[in-house]
């Protein structure tokens, strides 16, 4: 894609006391590694070594111990995991910790948007909540290997239903609380779920969603569902038997959220998807034992049972809010992170552009002092907000641990960390394990430049492939370089050794002849004071290809005008060049977004050209669509 050059200075280092305390540091010197490149280097030439140390680093026990860490006799993309082992993951987050000073340290907190009395439940709590789930489930001839969808918010129940169908050996489906029917049940039918469990509702700014009338509605359509739930637990005994299961079986399908095809179920298993999460949160964010981490999200996207497996695995707390951000005030996030006394909060780059237009008040007025990391992952950033959450947010004394992988990854390929200095919008670089590579069209490593991002060896969170789709897995990752996953993200490294996430490979733009990733030209949009968010896609054009065409939603208090149009035109013209000149600026009212805050250009694109704008099932608001159709 050409040239790749970043105007950045180093926004943060750390200090010797975190560098040493670190749980980095304490990995390295437990296996004799003098330095973060020396871990990295060894993790992804001995992957056998390393995940071993990563299982023992976590204490994962096993009923039934494994013959062999790694097989790689089909190939990288077949990679069996943890050989003849039985190990069920639910024995690892709760029941080892039975009579231990863990189970009176709390596990979950949780609040809902009516501001009220939070929820908590300590370890102990959780695990006969799970247990009287199974118990719950089994009677109602649930059981190992069955599917069993989960349609709630991010709750306290959500949670123990989801570890309850782990427990009995089931496979976990999460779904998007904010779906639809046909959602909901496309994903039920093409799973095979037998059973669904979810609420009556839950509030979005003051009203009530019907959530249980979409599970049933959904659930009629799929004949195999033979049950619809709701969380009804409370008598059932204290005490459960966890399955034996094999420590590479599958225990979750999640479905991606791109808008191509029928959605893609990505299988997750017992020793891959948990150990990948709890090892991002120790190598990626240094959670310790004794904090708590919120992230803003939702069971349906991966960040939510990454969050729950990863805070638990780590014997840590996590917090659950499921509400609006802004209600009933804009101060809401901030007095959740001070009441709670939250240590690593992670928000997407669109809800920080989102806060930021309430000024610096809402947050300046609470206490945020108990916070040691900020977490980003979804899409890249620009500079301005990532500025405004490092300076107002962090006060200038917090990293911002970028985070980028996806949901078939278990996690991160690339992140920040607490060792590596870091500038705006920057990634540290891949994870240790994570053999990451950027590469030009002839898949040869390139730095300096932006090209394709792809990882070299396989990883324990890989996941096992697409349900009963293995071609549709094989041809999407696996197909274009022999033994190389391809992940489908524009990637750089600068100079510094650092590296940026550029935006889907599949969203590239090209102008007579020259290619670039629409994040350039929507951070130049987004630069400008009076626009909130911005997107750039490329419209067909007889001369040139491609010419450029961009949405910008503005601050409420800014009017559309021709002379607005004029001076954002000449931001990206001053930024990019004259040939990348937009065709044409237009201003809408919102974006097209999925629930994880993720703008699907794809959406916005196939809308403006009156092309079929495929699954539109995991957007948070499909109205916007109807308006980028209108304005063409």
Known sequence: MGGFHVDGAIAWRPSPELVANSRLTTFMARHGLSSLAELHHRSIDDIAWFWEAVLDDLGIRFTTPYARVVDLSRGGAWARWCLGGEMNIVDNLL??????????????????????????????????EVNRAAGFLRAHGIGRGDVVGVLMPLTPECVTAMLAIIKIGGIFLPLFSGFGTEAVAARLRDAGAVALLTTDGFTRRGRRIALGTVAEQAAAQVPEVKHVLLPAWSGYPDEADTARTGADDPMMLIYTSGTTGRPKAAVHTHCGFPVKAAQDMAHGFDLHA?????????????MGPWLVFGTLLSNATMMLYDGALDWPGPDRLWDLVARHRITTLGISPTLVRALMQHGDEPCRAHDLSSLRTLGSTGEPWNAAPWQWLFDVVGGGRLPIINYSGGTETSGGIVSGNVLTPLKPCAFGGPLPGMAADVVDEQGQSVRNEVGELVVRQPWIGMTRGFWHDPDRYFETYWSRWPGVWVHGDWAAVDADGLWYILGR??????????????????????????????????????????????FCVLGPTVAPSDALRDELTARVVGALGKPFAPKAIKFVDDLPKTRNAKIMRRVVRAAFLGEDTGDTSALENPNAVEAIRASR
């Open 505 to 550: 490979s599949d969203d590239t733009i090209t102008v007579a002849g020259k290619r670039l990733g629409p994040a350039e030209v929507e951070s130049a949009l987004v630069a400008h004071p009076g626009v909130i968010e911005a997107v750039a896609i490329g419209a067909p054009d007889d001369l040139k290809g491609e010419v450029l065409v961009c």
């Open 290 to 302: 004794d904090e708590t981490m919120c992230w803003i999200t939702d069971m349906g996207w991966m």
């Open 95 to 128: 029941d080892k910790h039975a009579g231990t000073p863990t189970d009176a340290k709390i596990a979950v907190r949780a609040e809902g948007e009516p501001p009220g009395e939070p929820r908590t439940l300590t370890y102990a709590e959780l695990r006969q």
